[in-house]
């Protein structure tokens, strides 16, 4: 007879995780554990400027007051911050002067991965910047871009090369004191991707960065700086992977946006971290801080498809400061087996005719919990402010949970705020009218549930759209022929 | 966190405060009595009470007052036909109260009541970190006890009013309410003041609705400028039953509802809606929770404001569905007009699922009146002032509406039309 | 073509069709009637395989096959097509995206190739016009949105895409409007041949006018009470059930 949900739940949890491979390459790891000397040992490694290190020194300290938050509707075993290793990086840290240059075994990697730089470049036109475990192995494009005066690097490199850019915006988003997570990280980054894009540029490709987890143990704190000046345009693409293993990983990353008057940037995430095995052993934290400040006229877009982690804590926010600026947050997340997700954004109006837009789309299977937690904030000055909130949650299975917490905060009389959210079970009369149509049950609810994503993946780019229906459908569909 | 040692605000409040000599059960006491020993009054640090402020409760100094009503006035009536109780500051004034008591109907003051009658006060309500709640029980004034027997039409509407008189009063009020296997009643609570400033008035009223039981409940608020009310509806529902409760909150400079609702049996209804009208440096938080604990249950929850110059309002209504609770049907909806600029609101809709086969939704708008219509009307000849209270009328009509109780209607009407001008 | 013997099926415990028999044979067009609530929905779910329904008793033979054995998909692969009373909205699904998946998955069934993009645009050109059905509409969500005749047609439309062996249309005529209800039932004269058959499931006579049965069967409570031609329609029309119950319950 038919396919039963029940089913389809085993099936979802037998669904193992594509990406989870090893990479054999001997690593330069620091001692694990957290103090002043492992920060001043990132530091010298980095041959880092003074005020950069007493940067770390600060946060270091200010981290040490402060308590790991626990609002969040997740449960999970503190990490604990002696036993990770803050520094990993691949050995052989020389540049490649070429791309026949690089290990063989890393281009596996990222074969593997589905992001062959031969096929990115020649194909798609994409500028990646690989960020495996710490360090930033391979840049491409830079010609191109640099033609354009666009800077695309390193964070590491940034600071040697641009270290007043760095300096004057690194900071100013997020503040080193600014969450438990983001105080860490600020400690202890080592590497991750800086983007600077000058006055009334329009950035001609998608500029990307892989980011992945690969030696056991380690944290990965990346952090993002990414400065569109007045009137330019970039849209800035970012995809995560981590191996299968067996422990949980901490990933503290912080990504920082600043759009200038008229500028515009359009973010994109694709997220696929280990989520854990079935009995919900292993996988990543994901605890991540990012946001982005809007000057005068200026928009801020995050789009986010979120299919892994054992734990998600994250929020893409926008501080639209500017008179007439705009934020919008498209969400896809989806979580099946143990894993949990806390996540949202934060809209915060403080200048005139301000707007921002949000639509979450929650998928929760297995025994997961899936929840979305959104700050709309009018300050007393945002005249005319608007916002549009739209929440839907999906429901797979009868074990798993939805949640919706809307935090709404309106001091402004002339502001006109929408919030609507639905939560429901996948429809049983869809799933029949595709099964008379002819259409497995399987595909029945790939194809339902994409249709219901489609307001989110509308906004992705179109390679990375396509990676996203992937993706959905690896997380969804389940193996039965 | 900050854990610096700072002077417990509670442990002062309470040395003002007499033990209840009621007769509730010892357990029960004690719990609350640890958790007023172990806590201080929350601060905007706890959750539930982010955007509401209790310092100013917290230093209320209270004075023994004297009982002072001789005579009641009808602006304290909110129904005359009614079944009437009246307390003043917490204690029941046997003059003013009905004596003649329907067959099937057990109705009298908490401490009147036996241990064995009040062996549910404090069975569902939540004591532990609740310090209102722990305050109420370790120190309740006396209240109204109300047990319906099974299968009883209630004809009559009963009326409890509250009134609270004198200078930094404090009434902890408690309420015990059972409504027996399929019977049905009505039930309206008016919280008023009289003569008072700097009050406190802390009320916890425990509801039980039986089997295929009935029970609607009005509430009225409106107690004067300078007074403070927090007060707690713990409902619980068995299977079948059906519960709908009207809470309009009218005056008042700090009021905070908390209406806590579980659903323990199949195939209930419940309907919970409310208005809040606020001007002047009032504050108003409604905290409502619905928790579906069994399946086949529907809920619909209402609540619409409008605040004016520097008055804040703050809802945050959940909604729970337990695990294996399926087939529920859960709507909630939040509206709110700001008619001043210093006015401000915060919204806090929240669905928490744990069943799939569901069907929840909530919403949640604010914004100001809609201009073009209020040009509309002035543009037939209606000033501006009227074209704009015609606007709010018909905003929170919708929600008066749902009040069956005609008498209930036209006394909020009146007080609107008396507190605000606003005709209806 | 398709042998329906002794049917009985019931949903939570109540029986509604109560040993029903019926025989269409290829190139034939037959019309069920009946009043409301004899089980005429009921025949449609239970034959395109809605799990709600419990079959207790009886056999249903499609092509030498038992329908009863197999899955709702597997159903529509081998031919059996069932035209919505109310076709389900699915929002963010294109129309086209998902037609192309259904004749993809169906000739996938068949051990056919996949459709090329070029032939299967003009194909859904060619029975678009068919039905009237704007080109637009292939690009929206799954009957998001459309009205009622549009939903009706679009129906009509997929039928024509999927080109069945049996069709069944579930009240396909309520709530038309003239004008749709001749472009309804002239999509499915032009789909006739011999080689397919379909079962009208209506209310009312009216859409007989434009879709001429051979055949005319009552349908009340679960059975199959009457059989005889078009001219039956027009006495159901003209006279009510009334005369029908009378006289079922007469025997």
Redesign the interface.
Known sequence: MGYTENELAKDLENQEYKFGFVTDIESDKAPNGLNEDIIRFISAKKNEPEWLLDHRLKAFATWKTMTEPSWAHVHYTKPNMQEICFYSAPKQTKKYESWDDVDPEMKETMKKLGISMEEQKRLTGVAVDFVMDSVSVATSFKSKLNELGIIFCSFSEAVQEHPELVRKHMGTVVPTSDNYYAALNSAVFTDGSFCYIPKGVRCPMELSTYFRINEGGTGQFERTLVVADEGSYVSYLEGCTAPQRDENQLHAAVVELIALENAEIKYSTVQNWYPGNKEGIGGIFNFVTKRGICERNAKISWTQVETGSAVTWKYPSCILKGDNSVGEFYSVAVTNNYQQADTGTKMIHLGKNTKSTIISKGISAGKSQNSYRGLVQIHKNATNARNFSQCDSLLMSDECGAHTFPYIECKNSSAKIEHEATTSKIGEDQIFYCQQRGIHIEKAISLIVNGYCKEVLNQLPMEFAVEAQKLLEISLEGSVG | ?NDTIQVNKLNAFIDQLTKTDLPFSKDIIAISDATIASNDFPTTRT?AWK?TRVGKISSIHGNDSELIIDKISDSHIIDANALTFVFENGELIQQFSNKEIPKGLDIKSISQASETELALIGKNVKLEKEVFNSLNTSYATDGIFVKIDDKIQLEQTIQIIHIVTGENTISNMRNLIQIGRFSEAKIIFGYFSSEATSSFTNVVTEIFVSENAKLTADKIQYESAGNFHVSTEQVAQEKNSNFSINTITLNGTLVRNNLNIEIDGSNCETHLNGVYLLKENQHVDNHTIVDHKAPHCESHELYKGVIDDKATAVFNGKVFVR??S?KINAFQSNA?V????D??????????????????????????LNEEAVFYLRARGISKKSARHLMVSAFIEDVISKIKNEEVTNFTHSIIKEQFGWEF | MIKISNLHASINGKEILKGLNLEVKAGEIHAIMGPNGAGKSTLASVLAGREEYEITEGSVDFDGQDLLELSTEDRAREGLFLAFQYPIEIPGVSNINFLRTSLNEIRDYKGEEQISAKDFLAKVKEKSALVELDSKLASRSVNEGFSGGEKKRNEIFQMAMLEPKLAILDETDSGLDIDALRIVANGVNKLKSDKNATIVITHYQRLLDYIIPDFVHVLYDGRIVKSGTKELALELEEKGYDWIKAEVEAH
Request: with cysteine; proline share 3%; charged share 25%.
């Open positions: 966190m959750e955007y695990k294996d399926q709110n700001l008619l001043s600029d006015a401000s609101v915060n919204s806090k809709p929240e669905l928490e699922i744990y069943a799939d086969d569901v069907k929840c939704s909530h919403g949640s708008t604010t914004g100001q």
